[in-house]
């Protein structure tokens, strides 16, 4: 089998970030010792990043996944998780007595920050996003007035809108760039006071360009990533829609060589928080049929 695989593919800049900075903490876990100064617990508020096979590592290595600041205890050593926090919530985190580490993405923090300035005087939020992602919910509670969600350009279109009053569109950092802009120019016919922020990633965006790319290219890809990743469903979905035939995988293991008989080139790319280990693992797996 032929192997097409995305130079983009595995994690990006902000999930990189967020593990350096638990490798960091166990790192001055293990110098303390037994001395006062060690940590009663390493903890991760949710999810550090939306990857099972990363969680299941560091669970093995002692690091506590919580739910929420009512699980923290004075002592424990606490990284809010890449996708950040509602800002209520992280209150409570701060309030709780335990040392906080904020390892929130730099472009979802940007994100955050642009929402609460453009919002500010009271404009109403438009975010298109996934309403029960970790990330969409912090991005929400940014918002200085009303904030309304929408996962699609058909959902936005049942909202409400007033077009006298002013309106602030944002996305989920992760979502697609082209939904994005047919949203932005579908608002801008009807809204008179749209101010328009651009909170979609980069990387996302390298990514998504590449995927669709290397689907054109393939008769099949295999997309390597978390079901609970936003951003590698919607690699998948991009490929799917590219009209080739599409698997989503956690790890190699889950494909079928009997899926592949008739195949011939294989294109492999992987969320952005997918370990390398893992994409490696399935071309080695592509290149063996």
Known sequence: MDVLRAKTAGFCMGVSLALQNLENALLRQ???????????????????????????????????????????????????????????????????????????????????????????????????????????????????????????????????????RPHVLASQTTQDRDAFAAIEAWLGERLGGLTVLNTICGATRERQEEARRIAGMVDVMVVVGGRESGNTRRLA???????????????????????FATKSRAGLTAGASTPKSLIDAAEEWLASL
């Not at 409570?92 to 609460?116: F, H, M, N, W, Y």
């Open 237 to 259: 979905a991009l490929a799917a829609q590219a009209g080739v035939e599409t698997f989503h995988v956690e790890r190699p293991g889950e494909l079928d060589a009997k899926r």
């Open 30 to 164: 293990e110098q303390a010792g037994a001395s006062p100064a060690r940590p009663a617990r390493i903890c991760t508020l949710g999810p550090i990043i939306h990857n099972p096979q990363v969680l299941e590592h560091y669970a093995g290595r002692g690091v506590a996944c919580v739910a929420g600041a009512d699980e923290l205890a004075p002592g424990d050593h606490v990284l809010i998780r890449a996708h950040g926090l509602p800002r209520e919530e992280e209150a409570r985190v701060r309030a709780s007595g335990a040392t906080v580490e904020d390892a929130t993405c730099p472009r979802v923090k940007g994100a955050q920050l642009s929402i609460a300035r453009a919002t500010r005087d009271g404009a109403s939020l438009l975010l298109f996003g996934e309403a029960e992602h970790p990330e969409v919910r912090g991005l929400l509670s940014y918002a200085a007035g009303e904030a309304r969600v929408f996962g699609s350009l058909e959902e936005l279109m049942e909202l409400p809108l007033e077009p006298a």
